[in-house]
């Protein structure tokens, strides 16, 4: 699978878009986007997920560049629950095994 | 929703534990991760009617069921002390499914 590079940690203003980046030149064809997002305490929650064109459901949007080689979870208005490690994952798209290989993620910090 | 128990569990070094891992409803698939402390959570195996359907980098002393009704469990022999972690149950609706839903974990402690 892919390796992804994520800054270790951000800071976002209540309110404001939280745009986390994410690099992953190595991508291959076949090889999905996904985002996950941990709160504290808590399992990892699926956020989104994409192959090459952009995505938008109601918690964020994805943007992947043309090349594919990186993307950005666009939150649009951050709020202090969505404080939590932002992790991106590239993942083939096999029919078989859903195996998630997690970074160390990036850690958001929502403040007011 | 997934459940998992139980929260907490201390044991000590050389010992054997179960963990179970109540799966969301019409689910058929459950993988099993282990996060350490300050890391992301590691793939352990996944199961897929009842059968084993991938695994990481783990030995042989962790190893699982899946149960008629989709639960799971996780079996580690001879505890270390690098076992202790979070372990994280996840279901999802099938093998190939895009989205898993994890469950809050189990915290185990081995001393």
């Known amino acids: 699978d892919a390796k992804t590079t994520q800054p270790p940690s951000m800071d976002c203003a209540e309110g404001r878009a939280a745009n986390l980046p994410c690099n992953h030149s190595t991508i291959s064809g076949n090889e999905y986007v996904y985002w996950y997002r941990q709160i504290h305490s808590q399992g990892p929650q699926y956020i989104i997920h994409?192959?090459?064109n952009n995505e938008t459901n109601e918690m964020a949007s994805l943007i992947i560049t043309e090349d594919r080689k990186s993307s950005t979870l666009i939150l649009p208005h951050a709020t202090l629950r969505d404080t939590a490690v932002y992790y991106c994952i590239v993942r083939p798209d096999t029919g078989t095994a859903s195996k998630l290989t997690f970074g160390t993620g990036t850690r958001l910090q929502v403040t007011l | 929703g997934v459940t998992q128990s139980p929260t907490h569990l201390i044991k000590t070094r050389g010992q054997q534990v179960t963990l179970r891992c109540s799966s969301q409803s019409g689910h058929n698939t459950v993988s099993w991760y282990q996060q350490a402390l300050g890391q992301g959570p590691q793939f352990i195996f996944q199961?897929?009617?009842?059968?084993?359907?991938g695994r990481g980098n783990f030995p042989p002393r962790f190893s699982g069921l899946q149960f008629p009704n989709d639960s799971s469990e996780l079996n580690v022999n001879a505890l270390e002390l690098d076992d202790s972690a979070l372990y994280l149950c996840?279901?999802?609706?099938?093998?190939?499914?895009?989205?898993?839903?994890f469950g809050p974990g189990t915290r185990l402690t081995v001393l």
């Open positions: 994409g192959l090459k």
């Open positions: 199961y897929y009617r009842k059968e084993e359907n």
């Open positions: 996840a279901s999802s609706k099938d093998r190939a499914s895009n989205e898993q839903f």
